[in-house]
């Protein structure tokens, strides 16, 4: 632990050293000080006196035109501070209170933050609050007593003196010091949680986006390139310009049927859509025809309730700001709170932070619980027999609506959902009986109804790498992108499909998927066991190997089936898997704290060290 | 030596000790003072008189600073030959690494003052347009008094002129690596002397008034204003 007395940098700081952020902060909240030209002041009053200069979150999302997400970069970056919700780093543009922090606690990269000065705040809060601090405060003081003991009584010399001369203020600007001191340590010390759900002011992410930049397992680019080679091979075959589209371009020819045979509400998907929602998760429910027949199959299982709470998730991200409050309220009266009509299953930390955030909703609150949900109905699209809508192929419809009539009638459907009851079963007969030419088996399968072919397990993944080529498929939507039309033979396609027979007795699918549902376990130990191949960071023990032709004996026999059961024929040269290792990362990520050996997230001023020249 | 001697060594060498002591809390205090001071500049409550206080404080912490060195560096440098004990260094040498410390801090809040007088430069009234509208109104009378109540023998007895900031900056700096070259302490060998949280039992004598307390916030009948700024934890 090297520590000097640093007289360290000749005295040349000079303003060309801050990033063009901070400069065009200052020089906007400059601009915001003028009397006639900008924010307006007002008082605010407390009972032992009235402090000038507040302003007003919709008076700063007022002043520029931008002025939403900069202001929020004013009070994350820390150049204005909440008054009441000191902890929040957001502008809420309603009547909340800000106040101007003085330059002194401007957050000038000229300035390091200096872990002695933490220390002697922590110990005048200790003298303040008579040793009652936060948790993670407690944490901290702790770590710099041990660290700068050599200095310690310098720090509490320094911490009762600075108390001192505070009181030395009349008492309006003592509270304004007060809280401008809090407010700086808030941006530059503020507590982190290891929870799933992290709100990161900009400049902690920029920090900890950097350190991890550095952190970051390197991966040789031949893996990276398989995945690249493996996305092409997957997509290839869907892509109308590369291969043959049938019945033909749209885009070349002035022919729509393609597009008549893929519109979002269709009501039999093609072939080539459909195996399309075998690639990923992600891509079943991007495609809305493709998520109803997921909603179906959990109204089925009586487990629609997820998917209508991520939907009602994604409903409050993208939804308007007006309406947000009373979404949120909505979603937690029919999901999360206890005895909801709708009551999802997540763990009790997520529904803490979840239950906790809601008290200040705001767009993405719901994250937390979001992933969850999403990963537990991942699992569930895979081990969910299903389907037979390829069946239907051969009965192509053409609609032409009109995109009015499109709508309207989503709209009409989306109404008519929120008010039925669960669906009959007996209307889903369709999705009971498999089609023979269309079967595929992944290793989950019971071995004796399996077939000769070369099996696929969809839990396969790539080996650990955050491709960006995932990132671009799960945001790629749907509507983009069409499957050919096929009129149930197979194409020239290098996948060409064969017929295998088979598939999994339903009861004994139905019956393991509930109990899966309904033990509401985490996305951890779910992924544990049911995943072929595990993050090598996982410390899990319960690996199960993915299936190749060579070693069929491996897999522990599964008794349920897949929600596709389309069969491919592939070439082991070529084998094609889901693109989910983004998601698995992020999976693995959330749950990084259950697990032995994975980074944790580092606190950016762990990682200061050398450049604090104090011991 | 004769034990007179001795003891008569000792007795000084006690009272040099004592008088850095001294001088080191006169530091934190003058220090402290000054961040109060440097926290104003650039905001609505910069002024002249509030650029004259900090000058005042500046030079007052440069008086310290410089016999305290000199007294520190006297007393290290000779303790060699003094037979007065391992007990007597260890006590110098923390007083030394308190020193050093304290001049670390006080020389980054001296740049910071550098830089935020040389942005918010009050030579004309026209720059007083963009002083930042902080809520601070009142001057810092108190804390200027409590510098001027600061005392120390040689804080009459040795004066020279104090330099402007930049050179004072400058000053300090080599001070310092002058301080390092010319005594090797080894600094991670100080302990601190009372252990950890100790300080929140102490101060009995003052009323300790939380930030929640002095931020309640006034109930108007009718509104929908809650009693306390919101902070419900430790704030």
């Known amino acids: 632990m090297k520590a000097h007395f640093g007289p360290a940098q000749s005295g040349a700081y000079s303003l060309s050293r801050l990033t063009s952020k901070h400069k065009q902060a200052e020089k906007v909240v400059l601009e915001m000080q003028d009397p006639t030209t900008g924010v307006k002041l007002q008082p605010q009053r407390l009972v032992i006196t009235t402090i000038p200069h507040a302003i007003t979150g919709k008076q700063i999302c007022l002043f520029y035109s931008e002025a939403r997400s900069f202001g929020s970069m004013l009070v994350a970056l820390g150049y204005i501070y909440p008054i009441q919700d000191h902890k929040r780093l957001v502008v809420k543009p309603d009547a909340s209170l800000y106040r101007f922090q003085t330059p002194y606690f401007w957050p000038t990269q000229q300035w390091p933050v200096e872990d002695t000065d933490y220390a002697i705040y922590l110990a005048k809060r200790n003298i303040r609050k008579k040793g009652i601090l936060e948790l993670h405060e407690q944490e901290q003081y702790n770590h710099l007593h041990k660290w700068m003991n050599h200095k310690w009584d310098f720090i509490v010399m320094q911490a009762k003196e600075q108390y001192r001369a505070a009181k030395e203020r009349k008492k309006p600007d003592r509270v304004v010091f007060d809280c401008q001191e809090r407010a700086y340590w808030v941006v530059h010390r503020p507590p982190v949680r290891t929870h799933t759900c992290m709100f990161l002011s900009l400049q902690k992410t920029f920090m900890i986006f950097t350190q991890q930049s550095i952190m970051r397992p390197r991966v040789k680019s031949s893996v990276s390139i398989g995945a690249l080679v493996k996305y092409c091979a997957t997509y290839k075959g869907h892509d109308p310009f590369l291969s043959k589209c049938l019945p033909s371009n749209p885009w070349l020819t002035d022919d729509v049927t393609y597009w008549a045979l893929n519109m979002p509400n269709v009501e039999i998907p093609t072939k080539m859509r459909v195996e399309r929602w075998t690639f990923s998760f992600g891509e079943l429910l991007s495609d809305p025809r493709g998520r109803d027949d997921f909603r179906l199959f959990l109204k089925k299982e009586f487990s629609g309730e997820n998917l209508a709470f991520w939907e009602g998730c994604e409903d409050l991200k993208w939804g308007t700001a007006a309406t947000m409050k009373e979404k949120a309220e909505q979603i937690y009266k029919t999901f999360l709170a206890r005895g909801a009509p709708r009551w999802i299953n997540i763990d009790g930390k997520t529904m803490e932070i979840t239950v906790k955030g809601l008290k200040h909703p705001h767009r993405y609150v719901l994250d937390a619980a979001q992933t969850h949900i999403y990963m537990l109905m991942k699992k569930v699209s895979k081990h969910v027999s299903s389907d037979s809508q390829l069946e239907q192929n051969a009965r192509n419809r053409r609609p032409s609506l009109s995109p009015i009539i499109i709508r309207q009638q989503e709209q009409e459907q989306k109404a008519k959902m929120a008010a039925s ?21 992944s290793g989950m399968t019971d071995p004796p109804s399996a077939n000769a072919s070369p099996s696929l397990p969809f839990l396969a993944h790539t080996p650990a790498c955050p491709s960006p080529i995932s990132v671009a498929l799960d945001s790629t939507s749907a509507s983009e992108r069409r499957a050919e039309a096929s009129e149930g033979e197979s194409e020239g396609n290098p996948e060409a499909r064969a017929s295998a027979g088979g598939n999994v007795s339903k009861s004994r699918m139905a019956l393991s998927l509930r109990r899966l549902l309904k033990r509401g376990c985490t996305p951890s130990s779910m992924f544990a066991s049911l995943s072929p191949k595990c993050n090598p960071a996982a410390g899990t023990s319960s690996r199960i190997q993915p299936i190749s032709p060579d070693e069929p004996s491996q897999a522990p026999p599964r008794r349920i089936g897949n929600f596709f059961q389309i069969k491919v024929d592939i070439p082991p040269e070529c084998r094609i898997y889901p693109i989910e290792s983004e998601d698995e990362d992020e999976e693995n990520r959330a749950v990084s704290r259950e697990r032995v050996g994975t980074k944790e997230i580092i606190c950016p001023w762990e990682s200061l060290t050398p450049q604090n020249g104090t011991g | 030596m004769s034990r007179w001697h001795r003891s008569v060594d000792e007795l000084a060498a006690r009272r040099r000790q004592h008088e850095c002591e001294r001088a080191q809390d006169a530091l934190s205090r003058v220090t402290s003072c000054f961040q109060q001071l440097v926290a104003l500049v ?120 104090s330099p402007d900031l930049t050179n ?46 002095l931020m309640e916030v006034e109930v108007i009948a009718g509104s929908k204003k809650t009693a306390c700024c919101g902070l419900g934890c430790v704030g």
């Open chain 1, 421 to 441: 009851a669960p669906v009959d079963i007996t209307q889903l007969c369709r999705f009971t009986t498999p089609v023979p030419h269309l079967a595929v088996y």
């Open chain 2, 42 to 161: 650039g905001s609505s409550a910069d002024g002249s008189f509030l650029r004259d206080e900090l000058d005042e404080t500046r030079a007052v912490a440069h008086r310290i600073c410089s016999g305290l060195s000199c007294r520190l560096l006297r007393s290290l440098s000779n303790s060699d030959f003094a037979p007065s004990g391992v007990q007597d260094r260890q006590v110098l040498e923390r007083l030394w690494v308190l020193f050093l410390s304290a001049l670390e801090h006080f020389l980054y809040d001296l740049r910071k003052a550098c830089d935020l007088i040389g942005q918010f430069p009050l030579t004309e009234h026209s720059n007083r347009r963009s002083l930042v509208n902080t809520g601070c109104v009142d001057g810092v009378v108190g804390v200027a008094a409590r510098v001027a109540s600061v005392q120390l023998p040689w804080l009459t007895s040795e004066v020279e002129p």
């Open chain 2, 168 to 213: 004072h900056i400058t000053g300090l700096e080599t001070m310092m690596s002058e301080m390092q070259q010319r005594v090797p302490v080894a600094f991670w060998s100080v302990e601190a002397t009372q252990p950890a949280w100790a300080e929140a039992r102490g101060e009995p004598d003052d009323l300790v008034e939380s930030l929640e307390d």
